[in-house]
């Protein structure tokens, strides 16, 4: 049942934007270290990144949007108005951006492909 009219309600706890920023971002928070624990734990950790590879193309995706983002502001930059050293910022931040895209690639075709590890 819902609350009455008069009663009070607990407040709702809000994210702050910077941490939902990051959580939207970020995936590496959501997989565990493999290479620490019991042979157990690690076989544990294992099954829990297989278990979690589902949503790395997601994080692929925000991150090749990124990527095409940064590459179109500097070209943008560089065309338009000539900046060239916030262009080339733009370039070097979509080469980072490109290389997460890469690094995520290979960890979900990693886990898609070798089911157990030890």
Same mark, same amino acid.
């Given at each position: #049942? *819902?609350?009455?009219?008069? !009663?009070?309600?607990?407040?709702? /706890?809000? !994210?702050? /934007?910077?941490?939902?920023?990051?959580?939207?971002? @970020?995936? /590496?928070?959501? /997989?565990?270290?493999?290479?620490? *624990?019991? $042979?157990?734990?690690?076989?544990?950790?294992?099954?829990?990144?297989?278990? #979690?590879?589902?949503?790395?193309?997601? =994080?692929?995706?925000? @991150?090749?949007?990124? &990527?095409? +983002?940064? =590459?179109?502001?500097?070209?943008?930059?560089?065309?338009? &108005?000539?900046?060239?050293?916030? +262009?080339?910022?733009?370039?070097?931040?979509? $080469? @980072? $951006?490109?290389? #997460?895209?890469?690094?995520?690639?290979?960890?979900? #075709? @990693?886990? !898609?492909?070798?089911? !157990?590890?030890?």
């Amino acid at each position: #049942m *819902g609350p009455t009219f008069g !009663e009070r309600t607990q407040p709702r /706890f809000e !994210e702050p /934007f910077w941490r939902l920023f990051y959580r939207y971002l @970020w995936p /590496f928070q959501y /997989f565990r270290d493999v290479t620490r *624990g019991s $042979t157990l734990e690690r076989q544990q950790n294992y099954r829990h990144n297989r278990a #979690m590879r589902i949503h790395l193309p997601g =994080f692929m995706l925000k @991150w090749l949007l990124l &990527t095409g +983002a940064w =590459f179109a502001s500097g070209g943008l930059l560089g065309q338009l &108005t000539e900046l060239v050293v916030p +262009a080339a910022c733009c370039f070097v931040t979509g $080469t @980072w $951006t490109l290389l #997460m895209v890469v690094l995520l690639a290979t960890a979900w #075709m @990693w886990l !898609e492909r070798f089911p !157990e590890l030890y």
